[in-house]
């Protein structure tokens, strides 16, 4: 089985920033791309940011130059920066591993940004 554990959430003021870290353990053989994805209340979960196995990024426009996604393939973790914060960011933010044809989801963490 695999295993994500998302960390690094929390509240922050308008502004201010977080970095989020997701670390995968258990069967992991070759991963296709990892991600991170937001579902604020009321609102279907979208795509923030991901990035292939070859390094290649993509990103949100509402994220564009305020966040990167980045990885350490060694230690098979993920991690999302996040700048420039804004209240429209608050949201539970899950990061997802791909694998061959499976996805994996992690807990969830929240994030809160106001004031």
């Known amino acids: 089985q695999v295993q994500l554990v998302e960390s690094g959430g929390g509240l922050v003021q308008p502004g201010g920033s977080l970095r989020l870290s997701c670390a995968a353990s258990g069967s992991i053989f070759s991963i296709s791309a990892m991600g991170w994805y937001r579902q604020a209340p009321g609102k279907q979960r979208e795509l923030v940011a991901d990035?292939?196995?070859?390094?290649?990024?993509n990103y949100a426009d509402s994220v564009k130059g305020r966040f990167t996604i980045s990885r350490d393939n060694a230690k098979n973790t993920v991690y999302l920066q996040m700048n420039s914060l804004k209240p429209d960011d608050t949201a539970v933010y899950y990061c997802?591993?791909?694998?061959?044809?499976?996805?994996?989801w992690g807990q969830g963490t929240q994030v809160t940004v106001s004031s």
């Open positions: 997802k591993l791909r694998i061959a044809f499976n996805d994996y």
């Open positions: 990035i292939t196995s070859r390094g290649s990024t």
